[in-house]
């Protein structure tokens, strides 16, 4: 799904794909946490299972993951916990990033797994569609942009 159009849909836009190390898709996944009231459906996530369940394995050392807003410490976590390989985001979040934004879990002395981190690539658009999608948002009086069940 588009990101543009989850928004449309009250969801946050963020998109991700799981590539193998051929660079084909063997995961996607988008934010679904208020379509199915779910706090674990981040986009990340989703991806993730989908890849696992494809591939029949849950680690992905040869594999990159593509997410239009840097991970949460959640997904990052879980990334790690997938082995991932690199991951690869588009717009950071100095707020609530995983992966360099407030915290870093893929350098973390904790961390049993060393993934490559490349942040920024195509973060203009991605920035810019995240910060209208918030401020559209703000201006609602219920703070949302659309009711769980709206379908386009």
């Excluded at 369940?53 to 949460?72: I, Q």
């Excluded at 985001?89 to 934004?101: E, Y």
Aim: glycine share 12%; proline share 6%.
């Amino acid at each position: 799904m588009r990101a543009d159009h989850l928004g449309r849909l009250g969801e946050v836009p963020v998109v991700a794909v799981v590539l193998d190390g051929e660079g084909r898709c063997i995961g996607h996944g988008s934010n679904q946490r208020e379509r199915n009231r779910d706090p674990l459906g981040h986009a990340e996530l989703i991806a993730i299972r989908q890849a696992a369940w494809l591939r029949g394995d849950w680690r992905f050392n040869d594999c990159t993951l593509l997410v239009t807003l840097e991970p949460c410490p959640m997904c990052a976590g879980a990334l790690a916990q997938a082995r991932m390989g690199q991951v690869i985001f588009a717009a950071s979040d100095p707020k609530r990033g995983g992966l360099g934004g407030s915290l870093n879990l893929a350098t973390h002395p904790s961390a049993h797994h060393q993934m490559r981190v490349v942040g920024g690539v195509m973060e203009e658009p991605a920035r810019l569609q995240l910060e209208a999608w918030f401020r559209q948002r703000r201006q609602r009086p219920d703070g949302n942009l659309a009711t769980p069940t709206q379908t386009d």
